[in-house]
């Protein structure tokens, strides 16, 4: 399923995309509109707290363009740009909200690994919540 995707850019006009409602869009909030729980968002991606925090921090990067997987990412600029980019938004969130700490942790999970279908980048500061 698709649901329109309706956020503001920078110079404040309005951007209309398509997502697909994943368990992000549903358990988040997000389908239709990512602007209640969203911590950071532009034309490309949204970030969010992670429902289940692993880390001190623990965030997501979410591509708005639906990407099953990290095996459907293809070798060229396009999706280069787009990973690079999702790095970079987790980067800065946690330099904004986990100044003190030290380590960070970036991933993608692999299939069969992956419990959601749509790509997502985990962003985490260090320490890890014990189980």
């Known amino acids: ?5 309706v956020a503001i850019d920078a ?3 309005r951007l209309v995309e398509e997502i697909s409602a994943t368990v992000f869009g549903v358990e ?8 209640g ?14 429902i289940n925090p692993s880390a ?8 708005i363009e639906h990407i099953p997987t990290v095996k459907n990412l293809e070798r060229g600029q396009q999706h280069y740009t787009l990973v690079s980019h999702m790095l970079n938004v987790g ?13 960070h942790r ?3 999970h ?21 189980w």
Not at 1 to 5: D, G, I, L, S
């Open 1 to 5: 399923m698709v649901e329109e995707f």
């Open 56 to 63: 001190f921090r623990h965030y997501l990067v979410i591509p």
């Open 91 to 103: 980067k800065s969130l946690l330099q904004q909200d986990a100044a003190q700490s030290n380590e």
């Open 106 to 108: 970036f991933g993608f």
């Open 11 to 13: 110079n404040g006009a």
């Open 28 to 35: 988040a909030g997000y389908v239709g509109d990512f602007g």
């Open 37 to 50: 729980s969203a911590v950071d968002q532009d034309e490309r991606v949204v970030a969010f707290q992670d």
């Open 110 to 130: 692999q299939p069969p690994f992956n419990s959601v279908d749509h790509l997502h980048l985990h962003c985490l500061a260090l320490p890890f919540i014990p």
